[in-house]
């Protein structure tokens, strides 16, 4: 009985490492002897940064210790770049206002660099009663490892509008994402928005999502220009009562810079927005706002979707799938779409266009996603992405997709995914290495070779990548008895075992008591 007691709480315990919130998504732990966990493959965490609005620091055994992000902290703006949430996307010490909650006063520091957030999520340098979460300790102070270790979720809004770029004061900018991403960002957006960062109802906002200025983040000009070098059409802009884009936003001379390096120029207008490389201002003689102005995205809502990894590789170690090959087949008939993605940044990939890829097509097969199912080469318009010109090929035959995921024959600056292949050309490996993941409706839930999944979380910001490994989480059911059941009901389940089990030691121990003195 001692036995089973101490399985169901040990069963008990790694339940209630995870959220009881559906909304927060476990992005990373540690336990109080160092050993740390990453939940998702750099990229992606970047990527759900991308849609992130709120972070949370928690003990995992006692809850009554956390701190939370406040409304626009420094801390996004450095998890959407890969960084130490203990620095600022600048390179800052932290600002305190960013968190709140009972431990919100051990998060200061005064040294130190910001590291990559999977390295060190939080470095309170020279704070000895500071948070330290770094690669050998983990703790709200130095003085002693927190019990049972500290985890960090992260909350996501769909319709959340995400900064692509945000200045400070003149001449002091920075992008939150590269020119590579915006053909993604801009295929998806629904609106654009710049805004006071710290009062947003300072604002200018695209009318419609047929917009110029969309048209143009697509191919990342300025967006105070056309596609075809034309100037800004005011009247596809609404603002605020300060902000009249009639005056504010037109312009008449100059030429396109570039969405990250000028996002808005209003050329001999003086009057106008003027966000430079050097100038951070509502006028080209004003003030900055307190606080800066932030250009933001607002991405069109997609059929909800998570991605699952179904093959990984990475330099120096075994290139392998993450099921067998029926269980992959099985599971290609229920995705909607394939994603092949650097695992280390999320702006290095392709997506397929469709469910009618040619590519899904031959998954369902089990065959290599470079050929056709008759063997044809690879289709490149089925695909989108930043690597697209990366992926044709003009020999070979197809093979199985566990040995061979993708094989660019001929094509010596293409895609090679092979059992001793593993980058984006066939002489390099890319760093961090690269996966393959499908796309499985948000609620998808199927038993396939005895495996049940389970995949219950946020929907996609945007049509590429965003995903969930087979790694246990707050979304991924357990089989109990043969009934696959949620998270919440297992510990309802595990609860009432438990309470039953002392029950009856009780109730033996009193029988034995009662025998004893009679």
Not at 107 to 124: H, I, K, L
Not at 361 to 385: C, E, M, N, P, R
Not at 417 to 441: E, K
Request: proline share 5%.
């Amino acid at each position: 009985m001692s036995l089973l007691f101490f399985s169901l709480l040990c069963f008990l315990y790694s339940t209630l490492s995870q959220s009881n919130d559906p909304s927060e998504l476990l992005i990373w732990s540690c336990k109080s002897n160092g050993v740390n966990t990453n939940y998702y493959d750099p990229a992606v965490i970047t990527f759900y940064a991308q849609t992130t609005t709120e972070i949370i620091i928690r003990s995992t055994l006692d809850p009554s210790a956390w701190v939370k992000t406040t409304p626009g902290s420094y801390a996004l703006d450095s998890l959407r770049l890969g960084k130490s949430l203990s620095y600022t996307a600048k390179g800052g010490y932290v600002i305190p206002s960013g968190w709140t909650g009972p431990m919100s006063a051990n998060m200061w520091n005064s040294c130190g660099q910001t590291d990559s957030f999977v390295t060190a999520p939080y470095w309170s340098c020279n704070n000895g009663n500071g948070l330290h979460l770094v690669s050998n300790y983990c703790g709200w102070s130095t003085n002693l490892p927190t019990p049972g270790g500290i985890s960090i979720f992260i909350k996501r809004q769909l319709d959340v509008m995400v900064p692509i770029w945000r200045c400070y004061s003149n001449g002091v900018n920075i992008p939150l994402t590269t020119p590579e991403n915006l053909n993604a960002i801009g295929s998806q957006a629904s609106a654009i928005t710049i805004y006071t960062t710290k009062n947003p109802a300072e604002f200018v906002k695209t009318s419609s999502p047929t917009s110029y200025a969309i048209k143009s983040l697509t191919q990342g000009i300025s967006l105070s220009y056309t596609t075809s070098g034309g100037y800004a059409t005011t009247s596809d802009w609404v603002g605020s009562s300060y902000q009249t884009p009639s005056s504010m936003m037109w312009n008449s001379c100059g030429q396109s810079y570039g969405t990250l390096k000028v996002p808005y120029w209003s050329c001999n207008n003086g009057n106008g927005l003027h966000l430079t490389e050097q100038t951070c201002s509502w006028t080209s003689s004003g003030n900055t706002p307190n606080g800066g102005i932030t250009v933001a995205v607002t991405p069109s809502k997609p059929a909800p979707y998570r991605l699952v990894r179904i093959w990984s590789c990475s330099p120096g170690t075994p290139n392998a799938a993450d099921f067998n090959l029926d269980t992959i087949k099985g599971l290609a008939n229920y995705a909607k779409g394939i994603t092949i993605m650097s695992r280390a940044n999320s702006e290095e990939y392709v997506t397929t266009k469709s469910s009618t890829s040619y590519a899904l097509a031959s998954l369902k097969q089990g065959k290599s996603l470079s050929f056709t199912t008759t063997g044809g080469y690879a289709i490149v318009d089925d695909w989108i992405g930043s690597k697209v010109t990366q992926i044709w090929n003009s020999c070979g035959t197809p093979s199985d997709f566990t040995t061979t995921p993708y094989w660019s024959c001929n094509n010596g600056n293409g895609l090679h995914l092979t059992a001793t292949s593993c980058g984006w050309t066939s002489s390099t490996s890319t760093p961090g290495g690269i996966g393959v993941y499908i796309h499985l409706d948000a609620g998808f839930s199927a038993a396939i070779q005895g495996t049940t999944l389970s995949l219950l979380g946020q929907d996609n910001a945007f049509a590429h990548p965003t995903t969930v490994t087979a790694q246990p989480e707050s979304g991924l059911s357990r089989t109990i008895i043969g009934v696959s059941v949620g998270a919440g009901a297992f510990v309802i389940f595990i609860v009432v075992v438990v309470i039953v089990v002392l029950v009856v030691k009780k109730k033996a121990a009193t029988s034995k008591d009662t025998l004893i003195y009679r």
